[in-house]
C-alpha cells in the first residue's frame, strides 16, 4: 500500500514513516520541512490548509496518515493553533475524499474532535460521523476518547503526552 504521512519529517512521522515501511508500506512524506538525512521514500513540500495541494500529494496513494500540525498549544495563540490544525485536517480528508481514499488515520492530539481532552460534550465517533462522513472508521471510538490511541502510541512509540494546561 501507498501511503501518504503528513508531517513526515516530526519526531512521530518519522516514527510512523519507518514502521510503515518495515511493514512492507511504501510512503511518501508531506511536510513544510524537509526530513533530515535519513529520509524515506520521496518527500513533497505541502502547504496542508490547501486542498489541492494536498490532493496533488496524495495522488496515487492508498491511504494516508495525518500528523502535520502544530503540536503544541502553547508555542502560539490558541485560535492560532486551532485555525491552522482545523483547516489542515479539513484539506487532508477533503481530498482524500476527493481522490476516493478511504483510508484516513488522524493523528492524535491534531484536531480537537479527535482528543482524549476534548472539552466537547459529543462523543468524538458522532462527530466524526457528522463531519467526516466519509470516512471509514474501524473500530469503535467511546466517548471523548481518540481515534488515535494514545496509550498505543506511548507503547509501540515511547509517546509521552505533554499538555501545558495540566501541569504535566
Known amino acids: 500500500m501507498r501511503v501518504l504521512v503528513t508531517g513526515g519529517s516530526g519526531r512521530l512521522g518519522q516514527q510512523v514513516l519507518h514502521e510503515l515501511v518495515g511493514h512492507g508500506h511504501e510512503v511518501v512524506n508531506a511536510d513544510r520541512r524537509p526530513p533530515g538525512a535519513a529520509g524515506l ?5 505541502v502547504e496542508l490548509s490547501d486542498v489541492g495541494h494536498v490532493a496533488g500529494a ?11 500540525a502544530i503540536p503544541t ?3 502560539h495563540p490558541n485560535e492560532v493553533v486551532f485555525g491552522n490544525n482545523t483547516r489542515a485536517t479539513f484539506a487532508v480528508l477533503q481530498a482524500a475524499a476527493m481522490l476516493g481514499i478511504r483510508r484516513a488515520v488522524l493523528g492524535f492530539e491534531v484536531l ?9 460534550d459529543v462523543p468524538t465517533e458522532e462527530l466524526m460521523r ?18 488515535w490511541s494514545t496509550e498505543k502510541a506511548r507503547r509501540l512509540l515511547g509517546y509521552t503526552p505533554r499538555h501545558s494546561w495540566r501541569g504535566e
Open 112 to 120: 480537537n474532535i479527535t482528543s482524549a481532552d476534548s472539552l466537547s
Open 58 to 68: 496524495l495522488s496515487g496513494c492508498d491511504a494516508v496518515v495525518h500528523l502535520g
Open 41 to 45: 521514500g520521496p518527500y513533497r513540500e
Open 73 to 75: 498549544a502553547n508555542s
Open 130 to 147: 457528522r463531519y467526516c462522513p466519509d470516512v471509514q472508521l474501524r473500530g469503535r471510538i467511546v466517548g471523548s476518547g481518540s481515534a
